[in-house]
């Protein structure tokens, strides 16, 4: 018969994997130069996953976007 202590790690151990799995996940396809300016874009960024263009790049086209949203 299982104690408090294994049932309660047992349901910690659930608890653990079903976290895990609801996660986010980023399966999109990085590319390794900017779209828009061809630079290669550095390794730790597309690690994140789905980049596409170079921090300059991509903060151009932030900073253009908001501005025709008029924020």
Known sequence: M???ADIAEQLS????????????????HSYYECEDCGVEIPEQRS??????????CQTCFEAQHKHLRGI
Request: aromatic share 6%; hydrophobic share 30%.
């Open 2 to 4: 299982a104690d408090y």
């Open 47 to 56: 690690k994140i996953g789905g980049v596409t263009r170079c921090t300059e």
């Open 13 to 28: 151990e659930e608890q653990l994997q079903q976290s895990l799995a609801n996660r986010a996940q980023f399966t999109a």
